[in-house]
């Protein structure tokens, strides 16, 4: 059915309440004050690594419900104070409209009113169903009845991000366009059986367009010194030519699980091309240790909801086997071998990529380098953390 989007379709994300609380960055504080309890003569001399952690994750999706039209939604982020009533909208995007249970994204203003913009203009072809109220204004998105498949899916969403991208619509993110194709799921209460779980596949550079979850791998590569027993870390500095985070350090290896990857063939691939690292000793030692809800919103506000599968692998402590650069990947600038105190400093200083900074916190909490007695806000470090997911997984 072909939806008449009446007048407030360009005003429809001003003038929203959010349905979330918003929470504010966290200020430059007495240290012993950072989870907000009255501190004691020790923790004002330990740092947090909450600060850290609040400025990385710093989104907190709408948990619903969503499939109300008499609701709107807005993200909470800590990235900055931004007052209620200038907060933008978001429209859930679902993956059709005979089921509105869970949604695959969440669309901001400006990308839906090009949405807006090509269903009025393609009438019955519309590639999209736009869910309105009674007064005519959009509340949801959803692909068109006769998108039923994973390839009519993926088609119709290549055509249109190919036409964006011709007419130079949001060049800070399809100017990272490198023909990677990514998964997006469906929502398990709508899968039929165990091979439906792909709803369809997209470039990798538009994710953020639409809110969809992107899913990778981080690996912390490691080894105890005999002498000192200290844990020394294989730390990576990103490449200046890197077009986001140039320069900043990395964890030892990471990266995105394309279509069709599992988790494994991911972190094998990516040892071997960032890191020169044999593949059969990653795929004999490399040791899974969870998973990374990595919620986070760009400084110029683009959703970037990232799951990693997270990672460790010991190496040997002769320096056999060790990270070493590969000049055709060109992905690092040059490994460093750093002991946990050097990267506890840097971490701090916030001179890693959020992502992997993260990952490095994780390992961290995981193996007891950060404590209750080292850390004065671990509890909400690790709250922080694990934060719901409310995207479709695999």
Same mark, same amino acid.
């Given at each position: 059915?072909? #939806?008449?989007?009446?007048?407030?379709?360009?005003?429809?994300?001003?003038?929203?309440?959010?349905?979330?609380?918003?929470?504010?960055?966290?200020?430059?504080?007495?240290?012993?004050?950072?989870?907000?309890?009255?501190?004691?003569?020790?923790?004002?001399?330990?740092?947090?690594?909450?600060?850290?952690?609040?400025?990385?994750?710093? #989104?907190?999706?709408?948990?619903?419900?969503?499939?109300?039209?008499?609701?709107?939604?807005?993200?909470?982020?800590?990235?900055?104070?931004?007052?209620?009533?200038?907060?933008?909208?978001?429209?859930?995007?679902?993956?059709?409209?005979?089921?509105?249970?869970?949604?695959?994204?969440?669309?901001?203003?400006?990308?839906?009113?090009?949405?807006?913009?090509?269903?009025?203009?393609?009438?019955?072809?519309?590639?999209?169903?736009?869910?309105?109220?009674? @007064?005519?204004?959009?509340?949801?998105?959803?692909?068109?009845?006769?998108?039923?498949?994973?390839?009519?899916?993926?088609?119709?969403?290549?055509?249109?991000?190919?036409?964006?991208?011709?007419?130079?619509?949001?060049?800070?993110?399809?100017?990272?366009?490198?023909?990677?194709?990514?998964?997006?799921?469906?929502?398990?209460?709508?899968?039929?059986?165990?091979?439906?779980?792909?709803?369809?596949?997209?470039?990798?550079?538009? #994710?953020?367009?639409?809110?969809?979850?992107?899913?990778?791998? #981080?690996?912390?590569?490691? $080894?105890?010194?005999?002498?000192?027993?200290?844990?020394?870390?294989?730390?990576?500095?990103?490449?200046?030519?890197?077009?986001?985070?140039?320069?900043? $350090?990395?964890?030892?290896?990471?990266?995105?699980?394309?279509?069709?990857?599992?988790? @494994?063939?991911?972190?094998?691939?990516? *040892?071997?091309?960032?890191?020169?690292?044999?593949?059969?000793?990653?795929?004999?030692?490399?040791?899974?240790?969870?998973?990374?809800?990595?919620?986070?919103?760009?400084?110029?506000?683009?959703?970037?909801?990232?799951?990693?599968?997270?990672?460790?692998?010991?190496?040997? @402590?002769?320096?056999?086997?060790?990270?070493?650069?590969?000049?055709?990947?060109?992905?690092?600038?040059?490994?460093?071998?750093?002991?946990?105190?050097?990267?506890?400093?840097?971490?701090?200083?916030?001179?890693?990529?959020?992502?992997?900074?993260?990952?490095?916190?994780?390992? *961290?909490?995981?193996?007891?380098?950060?404590?209750?007695?080292?850390?004065?806000? $671990?509890?909400?470090?690790?709250?922080?953390?694990?934060?719901?997911?409310?995207?479709?997984?695999?």
């Amino acid at each position: 059915m072909h #939806l008449r989007l009446g007048k407030h379709v360009g005003t429809w994300a001003r003038g929203c309440k959010p349905t979330l609380l918003h929470v504010t960055k966290a200020k430059n504080r007495p240290l012993g004050s950072l989870t907000g309890t009255t501190a004691t003569a020790t923790s004002r001399h330990r740092r947090s690594v909450l600060p850290l952690v609040r400025s990385a994750i710093n #989104l907190a999706l709408p948990a619903g419900p969503l499939n109300d039209p008499a609701l709107t939604h807005c993200a909470s982020c800590n990235a900055g104070q931004v007052p209620h009533e200038e907060e933008e909208q978001l429209l859930p995007m679902f993956l059709h409209s005979t089921s509105l249970s869970s949604p695959i994204g969440f669309v901001r203003p400006k990308v839906a009113q090009e949405i807006f913009k090509n269903h009025q203009e393609s009438g019955k072809k519309s590639i999209w169903n736009i869910l309105v109220r009674p @007064d005519d204004s959009p509340w949801a998105i959803c692909f068109a009845g006769h998108l039923a498949d994973f390839e009519t899916r993926t088609h119709a969403i290549r055509v249109i991000l190919e036409r964006w991208k011709i007419e130079g619509l949001f060049p800070d993110i399809l100017k990272g366009w490198n023909n990677e194709t990514y998964p997006v799921y469906t929502p398990r209460r709508e899968r039929i059986d165990s091979t439906s779980s792909l709803a369809f596949g997209i470039e990798r550079a538009a #994710l953020p367009l639409f809110g969809f979850a992107n899913f990778g791998c #981080l690996l912390t590569a490691f $080894y105890d010194c005999p002498v000192t027993r200290k844990t020394k870390l294989w730390i990576p500095r990103r490449s200046l030519s890197k077009s986001t985070w140039p320069g900043r $350090y990395d964890c030892t290896v990471g990266g995105g699980m394309g279509l069709g990857e599992t988790p @494994d063939e991911t972190i094998i691939r990516e *040892c071997t091309e960032e890191a020169s690292l044999p593949s059969d000793f990653v795929k004999k030692h490399a040791r899974s240790t969870g998973m990374l809800n990595f919620m986070n919103r760009s400084p110029s506000k683009w959703i970037l909801p990232g799951i990693y599968y997270l990672y460790e692998l010991r190496l040997p @402590d002769d320096g056999v086997i060790a990270p070493r650069t590969n000049a055709e990947d060109g992905e690092v600038d040059a490994f460093k071998l750093m002991d946990v105190e050097e990267v506890m400093q840097r971490l701090l200083q916030e001179q890693f990529k959020p992502s992997s900074a993260m990952a490095l916190v994780d390992f *961290c909490v995981r193996r007891g380098i950060i404590t209750p007695e080292s850390d004065p806000g $671990y509890l909400e470090v690790c709250m922080a953390m694990r934060r719901p997911v409310v995207l479709p997984v695999p």
